[in-house]
């Protein structure tokens, strides 16, 4: 019988559609994280895969176990105080598991799950 080697990983928490807040953090080191999304409320627009935490891989350590990443929906005005466009207007970045709070819908005013196209 021949075994396969399994990597470790976590299991995915959110699902699309999930509301969701990038957690407000300055951990010193290499943030995959932009610093502007950092502490913002958006809906998970899908589940990308499971990867090697590349905050990790950065220092060339294994990056495991492996993290979900997940693609988020901002709602444009929501980050960008100042923003002039259309109201349904979205942004969307990809963050790993590790920097995501659940957040309760009714909480997320900002949240573009209405307004936003699927």
Same mark, same amino acid.
């Given at each position: ?10 299991? @995915?928490? /959110?699902?699309? =559609?999930? &509301?969701?807040? +990038?957690? *407000? ?8 994280? @932009?610093? /502007?999304?950092? =502490?913002? &409320?958006?809906? +998970?627009? *899908? ?72």
């Amino acid at each position: 019988m021949t075994r396969v080697a399994t990597v470790p990983e976590f299991a @995915p928490r /959110y699902r699309a =559609g999930d &509301a969701v807040r +990038v957690r *407000r953090a300055a951990p010193p080191g290499h943030m995959r994280t @932009p610093w /502007y999304i950092r =502490g913002q &409320a958006g809906v +998970v627009e *899908r589940l990308c895969g499971t990867f090697g935490n590349p905050e990790e891989l950065a220092y060339n350590r294994s990056g495991e176990p492996r993290q979900p990443l997940y693609r988020i929906r901002f709602g444009q005005a929501a980050v960008w105080r100042d923003y002039a466009g259309p109201e349904r207007d979205t942004i969307d970045v990809e963050i790993y598991q590790h920097w995501l709070e659940p957040v309760e819908p009714a909480s997320n005013p900002g949240s573009p799950a209405e307004k936003a196209p699927r």
